[in-house]
Antibody, heavy 119, light 108 residues
């Protein structure tokens, strides 16, 4: 059974960085990409980027480029999303999601991590 | 960037009724469209991919149709557990970026 388990909620000050982890079990890295998607309060789903856990290749939505870094640790089948220079409008629930066979849609999702940015 | 537009924003229906949700792409995406169901406090759930293929475990009352720029998600007979927000997502030529629609809230 595939499971994606994310790290816990975070509270950060504006200008700080946050790093969210996503541990994948019941799957192999070789066949999947991991997407990061967020939902701000009162808003819809917003795609942030993807990472190829096999080789660490990644790409992010233009609006996050320069602020988001996606990495992985294959030894513990965990991927990370770090968002820097946080603003209040980065307050959101952040999800990781598995894209099996790299098709562009996600069949398994993490439980979500609430990141609150407040002074 | 491909823009996805969903309508209506809110759909008020009664249990047992049929619900029809629309999703339009700003340019053709062939059949590269997925639908997700999202309930408060839960992770999104994949319902449909390839515009019309139900994901594993999804009840037959959910069906998807369309291609090109116009897509529809139909819930044939709404159950109480179906009240949620539904999002479409395109994945045509997706490596530069995926995009979601703004969502349709299905409420009583």
């Amino acid at each position: 059974q595939v499971q994606l388990v994310q790290s816990g909620a975070e509270v950060k000050k504006p200008g700080a960085s946050v790093k969210v982890s996503c541990n994948i079990s019941g799957d192999t890295f070789t066949d999947s990409y991991i997407h990061w998607v967020r939902q701000a309060p009162g808003h819809g789903l917003e795609w942030m980027g993807w990472i190829n856990p096999n080789n660490g290749g990644s790409n992010s939505a233009q609006r996050f480029q320069g602020r988001v870094t996606m990495t992985r640790d294959t030894s513990i089948t965990t991927v990370y999303m770090e968002l820097s220079r946080l603003r209040s409008d980065d307050t959101a629930v952040y999800y990781c999601a598995r894209d099996f066979k790299i098709r562009g849609f996600s069949d398994y999702w993490g439980q979500g991590t609430l990141v609150t940015v407040s002074s | 960037e491909i823009v996805m537009t969903q309508s209506p924003a809110t759909l008020s229906v009664s249990p047992g009724e049929r619900a029809t949700l629309s999703c339009r792409a700003s340019r053709s995406i062939s059949s590269n469209l997925a639908w997700y169901q999202h309930k408060p406090g839960q992770a999104p759930r994949l319902l449909i991919y390839g515009a019309s293929t139900r994901a594993t475990g999804v009840p037959a009352r959910f069906s998807g149709s369309g291609s090109g720029t116009e897509f529809t998600l139909t819930i044939s007979s709404l159950q109480s557990e179906d009240f949620a927000v539904y999002y479409c997502q395109q994945y045509n030529n997706w490596r530069p970026g995926l995009t979601f629609g703004g969502g349709t809230k299905v409420e009583i």
